[in-house]
């Protein structure tokens, strides 16, 4: 809680300073304002908002009943009560979890994801959303995505409304075009402080969950070279929720470190690695090891497409 109520008190002193910029002492007041309705109303609706932003629809237990019962599952293994369910209609393989709490989350895959990953590699991916649903990080994920667009928004505003000279618009033209640019990579630097160990330790968790780490570090390598060749539309409109995916869905995936929404994948593999070498002694008095994951497909389930998608479920 405390990191969450942090990084809230950041995205809102960010917004104060922006409307300060954009329209002085009376912009600050009316940021202010406008950030603390969005903490709040982004907190209210952290299970839901990502899922409308990604037109995720639910997932019923008669469409995909291994799904729901390998989730079922994990849970129990977790300790969590069972998030609902959701699927989007993107063949990019990939997923990601919300909600502001493990009594109010939600785990949503891509038919991609079901359709190229096995078995193993599926449940290394589930446990990974409950890991990030067991730390809570869902709620920071989802209030850092709402606000870090709230803010790109206000940013906008003063390129029409910040470049008066008078004392209560002290942005010139100039500074306004810089302020368009700037602000929402300030935005950006604060969403990608916390990120990135998120997804080691919603990695380590998994693999604590699953006894398999390199079920998930094969999972991680299929998702990255697979999403290379599909563009997730959803994502490319609201590149602010990025981060929120176990890999990350943007088309521009190859920029600099400093902004990079997530680890590399060598690197999220390399600690798998080690965690699996790590566990291995422990498995030598297991009845049934899981060193590697296997090359099972799951099975097919009769999920109806919404759309013009065409896919092997149609």
Not at 173 to 189: K, V, W
Not at 217 to 246: C, D, T, W, Y
Not at 257 to 263: E, V
Request: charged fraction near 20%; glycine fraction near 8%.
């Amino acid at each position: 809680m405390f990191r969450t109520a942090l990084l809230m008190a950041a995205m809102t002193a960010l917004f104060m300073g922006l409307g300060y910029l954009v329209g002085g002492t009376t912009g600050m007041a009316i940021a202010l304002v406008f950030g603390g309705v969005t903490n709040i109303w982004a907190w209210w609706n952290s299970d839901q908002m990502v899922l409308r932003m990604h037109n995720a629809r639910p997932l019923p237990p008669e469409a995909a009943p291994d799904l729901h019962a390998m989730l079922t599952r994990l849970c129990a293994r977790a300790g969590l009560p069972v998030p609902a369910l959701y699927l989007i209609e993107t063949d990019q393989p990939n997923a990601f979890a919300t909600g502001r709490d493990p009594d109010h989350a939600a785990v949503a895959v891509t038919r991609g994801l079901l359709a190229t990953l096995g078995r193993d590699e599926i449940e290394g991916v589930i446990a990974h959303e409950l890991g990030h649903i067991k730390a809570r990080d869902t709620l920071t994920m989802t209030i850092t995505a709402t606000l870090a667009g709230a803010i790109s928004m206000l940013a906008n505003f003063a390129l029409f409304f910040g470049g008066g000279d008078d004392e209560d618009r002290p942005l010139g033209p100039i500074g306004a075009i810089a302020l368009m640019i700037l602000a929402p990579m300030g935005a950006m630097l604060v969403q990608m402080a916390i990120s990135r160990a998120r997804e080691y330790e919603a990695d380590r968790a998994a693999a604590e969950m699953t006894g398999a780490p390199m079920a998930l570090a094969s999972a991680l390598k299929r998702i990255e070279a697979l999403a290379r060749g599909q563009v997730m539309a959803s994502a490319e409109r609201n590149p602010a929720s990025a981060h929120v995916f176990i890999s990350n869905p943007l088309s521009g995936r190859g920029a600099d470190n400093l902004f990079a929404t997530h680890p590399a994948t060598e690197n999220r593999v390399a600690a798998l690695a080690a965690l699996a070498a790590d566990q291995q002694p422990r498995r030598m008095d297991t009845a049934r090891p899981r060193t590697q994951p296997t090359p099972q497909r799951p099975a097919q389930t009769r999920i109806p497409r919404v759309g013009r998608n065409k896919g092997p479920w149609s």
